[in-house]
Structure formats: structure tokens, C-alpha cells
Nanobody, 125 residues
Framework: VQLVESGGGFMQSGGSLRLSCAAS????????GAWFRQAPGKERDFVAA????????FYTDSVKGRFTISRDNAKKTVYLQMNSLKPEDTAVYYC???????????????????WGQGTQVTVSS
């Protein structure tokens, strides 16, 4: 499965962005999906996860109430709506997918088989 992120860019603090992750294959619709992020000089960290049918979501504490993960399986796409952005949200954001749906929520990098190339999000103060 190929994953392609889009929607990153520059935003002032308090603004909003929506990231998209488009998959190449229909099998993505029965995979769990997730977003991770990696700031310069830091490890890749978990942000949010969504199960295969969109019925369950899970977030890291720092984005709860500000970010929303969703998916449209008809479009083979997972989204990350990011509101009330803060400078500390600045990072490269990566989409991930994995077929081991019973393990939801998967919050570690090693638990995902498929990754996108990343999209840069920069939030200025």
C-alpha cells in the first residue's frame, strides 16, 4: 500500500490545517490508520489513530480537543483536522497504516507496516 500525505504548510498560532493521507489500494479500507509527527532532532511520536471502519479513535494527550482524525473509506483517505495550532505542533507529519486491526490502538512506530513520505507543518508564534 502506498500512502501519500498532503495539506501541510505554514500557519500562524491559533490557525487550522487539514492533512490528508490517500492510499493506493482498496485494502487500506480494512487497515487501521494513524498520524505520527517528528520534530527536528526528536523521535517520531504518535498523534492519533483510527480503526479500520472509523468507529474508534485515540489521541495523544497533547492534541486532545484540538485535533480530529477521520476517514472516508470510499476515497481511501484518512484525514487529520488540526485546530488551535501551536508552535510546538511544528513537525513533519506522517501517515501510517496497518492490517492488524485487532491491536487498535497502535501507538508505536514499530506497530505499523506502511508509511507515507511525510508533510511539513510549521506553526509560527
Amino acid at each position: 500500500v502506498q500512502l501519500v500525505e498532503s495539506g501541510g504548510g505554514f500557519m500562524q498560532s491559533g490557525g487550522s490545517l487539514r492533512l490528508s493521507c490517500a492510499a493506493s489500494e482498496r485494502t487500506f479500507t480494512v487497515y487501521n490508520g494513524a498520524w505520527f509527527r517528528q520534530a527536528p532532532g526528536k523521535e517520531r511520536d504518535f498523534v492519533a489513530a483510527i480503526n479500520w471502519n472509523g468507529g474508534r479513535t485515540f489521541y495523544t494527550d497533547s492534541v486532545k480537543g484540538r485535533f480530529t482524525i477521520s476517514r472516508d473509506n470510499a476515497k481511501k483517505t484518512v484525514y487529520l483536522q488540526m485546530n488551535s495550532l501551536k508552535p510546538e505542533d511544528t513537525a513533519v507529519y506522517y501517515c501510517a497504516a496497518d492490517p492488524k486491526i485487532a491491536r487498535f490502538p497502535q501507538t508505536h512506530v514499530g506497530e505499523y507496516d506502511y508509511w507515507g513520505q511525510g508533510t511539513q507543518v510549521t506553526v509560527s508564534s
